[in-house]
């Protein structure tokens, strides 16, 4: 059982908008900024988002992130095939004195 | 380029013990904290440690505490995960990555921008 808690699997068609949720608690999506990576297992994990909604150079701006309170959410606007991976959120836990990760959630490109 | 590439991995037995490696290129090695991570069969990314990026802190997740140690050789541009008493649900794909700034914990720690392809580990009898 995760820490974050993120749904399972997401689907669009291409050129569709997508969002990804992300529900923490105050220890760690509460007092800390937040980071989504994209992994396609057997490969290595890229960031896409870091400090919560900032992207690092070379990931496109149809990736966006955002925070509420202690949940946060990715959305990847104008969906394309190779979005199709395994998405995952994390941040530092105070009270666990750690990083988090979400469960992973697969996004499939209909 | 920046490149992070993990070695060490293997097929090891319960109770054994394995050393990682992480040489990185490319970087200020010595400005950055660093972590490893890992990811099970079936299963999704999990933090194991990290280090800050003058060895003075370092961080464990439950799973791995009192069994694992992290260090790392700034000279050498490398860092290391050795890795005791294994056992089954260790199995895993390890990855090296590189922290944004000099810490890996707290408000200070924005996440991992560089991630090396990994080294598999599997324990079994």
């Known amino acids: 059982q995760s820490v974050l808690t993120q749904p399972p699997s997401a689907s669009g068609t291409p050129g569709q908008r997508v969002t990804i949720s992300c529900s923490g608690s105050?220890?760690?999506?509460?007092?800390?900024?937040v980071s989504w990576f994209l992994h396609v297992p057997g490969a290595a994990p890229k960031l896409l988002i870091y400090g919560t909604s900032q992207r690092p150079s070379g990931v496109p701006d149809r990736f966006s992130g955002s925070k509420s309170g202690t949940s946060a959410s990715l959305a990847i606007s104008g969906l394309q095939s190779e979005d199709e991976a395994d998405y995952y959120c994390?941040?530092?836990?105070?009270?666990?004195?750690?990083?988090?990760f979400g469960g992973g959630t697969k996004v499939t490109v209909l | 380029e920046v490149e992070l590439v993990e070695s060490g991995g293997g097929l090891v037995q319960p109770g054994r013990s394995l050393r990682l490696s992480c040489v990185a290129s490319?970087?200020?090695?010595?400005?950055?904290?660093m972590h490893w991570v890992r990811h099970a069969p079936g299963r999704g990314l999990e933090w194991v440690s990290g280090i800050n990026r003058n060895s003075g802190s370092m961080g464990y997740a439950d799973s791995v505490k009192g069994r694992f140690t992290i260090s790392r050789d700034n000279a050498k541009s490398s860092l290391y995960l050795e890795m005791n008493s294994l056992r089954l649900e260790d199995t895993a794909s390890y990855y090296c990555?590189?922290?944004?700034?000099?810490?890996?914990?707290?408000?200070?720690?924005?996440?991992?921008?560089?991630w090396g392809r990994g080294t598999t580990v599997i324990v079994s009898s």
């Open positions: 105050r220890p760690n999506i509460g007092l800390n900024v």
């Open positions: 490319g970087i200020n090695f010595h400005a950055y904290a």
């Open positions: 994390a941040t530092w836990d105070d009270s666990l004195n750690g990083w988090v």
């Open positions: 990555a590189k922290e944004t700034g000099a810490y890996f914990y707290g408000s200070q720690s924005h996440g991992m921008d560089v």
